[in-house]
């Protein structure tokens, strides 16, 4: 979380707003519990675990609504049981590639 959601000041590392003095550590907690669910999630497809992937992504979603995590979401509801043995990753991409934050 890098700006406040309610005054979208700059955040550094503290979790109470400088500009508007909100307490955001719950929501900062929040952000970091989904970005963990994502997480496992993508080393569950990596392990062609979809089940678990898409349990954990509906668990990611429920805490923060993210147009990646939505997009897997889809993707991951959408494949049938997964054969063993076949990438749930786009093709060509590795679980740490997909983890990776883009720039
Ligand atoms: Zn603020």
């Known amino acids: 979380m890098e700006r406040c959601p309610i005054c979208r000041a700059q955040l ?6 400088r500009r508007c003095h909100a307490d955001l550590g719950n929501v900062r907690r929040i952000v970091q519990t989904s970005e963990r669910l994502a997480g496992a999630a993508l080393r569950a497809l990596a392990e062609n675990d979809g089940e678990t992937a898409l349990r ?4 990611a979603t429920a805490l923060r609504a993210e147009p990646d995590i939505a997009w897997l979401v889809a993707k991951v509801a959408t494949k049938a049981t997964p054969t063993r043995g076949t990438s749930m990753l786009p093709q060509g991409q590795t679980a740490d590639a997909a ?4 720039s």
Do not use: A, I, M, W
């Not at 550094?12 to 707003?17: I, Q, R, Y």
């Not at 983890?99 to 883009?102: F, I, K, V």
């Open 12 to 17: 550094g590392s503290e979790d109470v707003c």
């Open 56 to 59: 954990l992504l509906r668990s």
């Open 99 to 102: 983890s990776q934050p883009r």
